[in-house]
Structures are given as structure tokens and as C-alpha cells.
């Protein structure tokens, strides 16, 4: 495909694609703990919600749309490969839904890991149906233009984060967050070690140590307790 258009309206190449084998080393991670790993930062607000219960990991492709028009989301279900997660920015735009039922079956269909709107999605008793991990900020029945303009590749905004495409996207129970494509080794390291110190904490408690020694240390020094 040869990508053509200029700021503001253009579709540009997708990043050469995280290794598989790391790609892997995400599969069972949970966002609560990569959020930690990554300090408390990069994850979305808590109005990205999960409409189907189903949780997502993936490489991103980003879109950004004009409000109320969806061209550009038509366009990324033809540009994105197996496992890619979508991530749209809506410019604002909450009651015209950019992703609905027909549009899921194509996501389906080419096996993408799942969609990610900071804006509206409709249809959703039929995602759900369908097994389709979908997260939004809004639910509207409300439909879209296919006109234009919009962005596919470009840095986005989403729940509050920056989203480039080839970063590595997680959407649990918990909600969502982005581990930049520059830190992703950095970061599977440090969740690694954090989840060691986890595992070791719920040995403690199961021998009857409830209380970590340096909350009251922390107490003591504040002037709380003696």
C-alpha cells in the first residue's frame, strides 16, 4: 500500500512488530501491575471502561477521528494485522459511537486482539456476542460519517495517556494501560521483581505476619502510635 495524504488527514506505515516471543511475556500480565512496575504512570482513566468483559493485550495502531465521523476506523480494520489493538481518539466526541456490531465481525474475522475508544461504541449486547474485547468511554446508539479527515500512526491521546502505535497495550478488569514500544523490556524486568516481592508477601501473611514492619515504622516516625 502506498500511504500518501498530509497532517491531519493521511494513513502512515505501522512500526515493525514488538518480537513475538515478548509479546508472549505479556499474556497473563495484569495492568495493575505493570502500572506499578512503570512508577503509577501510563494507565488510563477510570472512564475507559470495558463493555464485553473480555480483557485485551496487544501492539497498538492508533487512530484519530474527526467527531462524529468514523472513516479512519473503517480504514485501521484494513491496516491492522492479527493481535493488533486499536486505540481511537474521538477528538471529544461522545454520542456518535466510531465502532459497533458490523465492524466487530471484521475485527473477528481478521483476528485483532481488540479496540480501545476514548469515545462512544454502540451494538453492545452484539460485541459481547461476538468475544470481542472492547473498551470505551461511552456507549451511544448514535451513528458516524465516513468522511473525514483523520489520522492512522500518529501519537494519540486516550483515557488521559499517550498512545503510539507499536506500544504494548493490557486492558483488564482493572482498566487499561500502555507500556511504551522504548521500555518494554525495561518494563518486563521490573514487573518481574515486583511480582517476586508480591509472591513473597503472601508467604508472609500465610505464616501470620499481617502488617509489613514498615507501616508502623512509618507510624512511629509521624508521631501516630509509640
Keep these: 500500500m502506498t500511504h500518501t495524504g498530509k497532517p491531519g488527514f493521511r494513513v502512515l506505515p505501522s512500526p515493525s512488530r514488538l518480537d513475538a516471543a515478548i509479546l508472549q511475556r505479556f499474556a497473563k500480565l495484569a495492568a495493575s501491575n ?46 491492522a494485522v492479527p493481535g493488533d489493538v486499536i486505540v481511537v481518539n474521538t477528538c471529544g466526541s461522545l454520542t456518535s459511537a466510531v465502532f459497533g456490531g458490523l465492524m466487530c465481525h471484521t475485527a473477528v474475522a481478521k483476528q485483532l486482539g481488540g479496540i480501545v475508544v476514548d469515545g462512544a461504541v454502540r451494538d453492545v449486547e452484539e460485541l459481547r456476542a461476538l468475544g470481542f ?42 482498566g487499561v494501560v500502555v507500556v511504551p514500544r522504548a521500555d518494554v523490556l525495561e518494563v518486563l524486568k521490573l514487573v518481574d521483581e515486583l511480582m517476586d516481592r508480591e509472591r513473597r508477601r503472601v508467604a508472609e501473611i500465610k505464616a501470620g505476619e499481617f502488617t509489613k514492619p514498615e507501616i508502623d515504622d512509618t507510624l512511629r516516625k509521624k508521631g501516630v502510635i509509640s
Design 34 to 79: 505493570l502500572a506499578d512496575a512503570m512508577g503509577r504512570f501510563n494507565f488510563m482513566d477510570p472512564g475507559i471502561q470495558s463493555r464485553t468483559g473480555r480483557s485485551l493485550r496487544g501492539p497498538a495502531v492508533t487512530v484519530r477521528c474527526r467527531p462524529g465521523d468514523n472513516l479512519m476506523v473503517h480504514k485501521v480494520l484494513d491496516v
Design 133 to 174: 474485547p472492547v473498551f470505551s468511554r461511552a456507549v451511544s446508539p448514535g451513528a458516524c460519517d465516513k468522511d473525514g479527515p483523520g489520522e492512522i500512526n500518529i501519537p494519540v491521546a486516550c483515557g488521559g495517556t499517550v498512545v503510539a502505535s507499536g506500544d504494548m497495550v493490557v486492558g483488564d478488569a482493572d
